[in-house]
């Protein structure tokens, strides 16, 4: 799926995993990480996504499983332009970004390595 924004200047990416055979009695949205660690605190809830967590951020109380059998896989990544080049502030935050998946607990990852 992508989307833009409304000067259509920026163009937005996801993959989304889906899960055909579930049904859920209720299905909520949320737009921002800290209302989501929120809802997963405090509710029955889940959330189906990358499954990489930072510990700094969500503590003990969540933790990723992996979908059992799961045929599809979500990969994670960036997108440039061709001929942009990339500034130092761009490479910054590219690297910060990788520097935080490389600190993330992922479901199996996480105790493949404990």
Same mark, same amino acid.
Request: glycine share 6%; hydrophobic share 35%; proline share 3%.
């Given at each position: 799926? =992508?989307d833009?924004?409304?000067?259509?200047t920026?163009i937005?990416? *996801? $993959? $989304? #995993? +889906? !899960?055909?055979?579930?049904s859920?009695?209720? /299905?909520? =949205? #949320?737009t921002?990480? *800290?209302?989501?660690?929120s809802m997963l605190?405090n509710?029955?809830?889940?959330?189906i996504?990358?499954? @990489?967590?930072?510990?700094?951020i #969500?503590?003990?109380?969540i933790?990723s +499983?992996?979908v &059992?059998? @799961?045929?599809?896989?979500?990969? !994670?990544?960036w997108?440039?332009?061709?001929?942009?080049?990339?500034?130092?502030?761009?490479?910054? =935050? #590219?690297? /910060?970004?990788?520097?935080s998946?490389n600190? @993330?607990t992922c479901? *199996? +990852?996480?105790? &493949?390595?404990?």
């Open positions: 799926m =992508y833009t924004d409304k000067d259509r920026r937005f990416f *996801s $993959e $989304e #995993v +889906i !899960i055909p055979d579930m859920n009695k209720k /299905l909520i =949205y #949320v921002d990480r *800290s209302s989501l660690l605190r509710t029955n809830s889940f959330n996504g990358t499954g @990489c967590l930072l510990p700094d #969500v503590g003990d109380a933790i +499983i992996p &059992e059998d @799961c045929i599809d896989m979500m990969e !994670i990544g997108l440039k332009l061709k001929n942009m080049k990339m500034t130092q502030e761009m490479t910054l =935050y #590219v690297q /910060l970004l990788e520097d998946l600190r @993330c479901g *199996s +990852i996480a105790t &493949e390595q404990s």
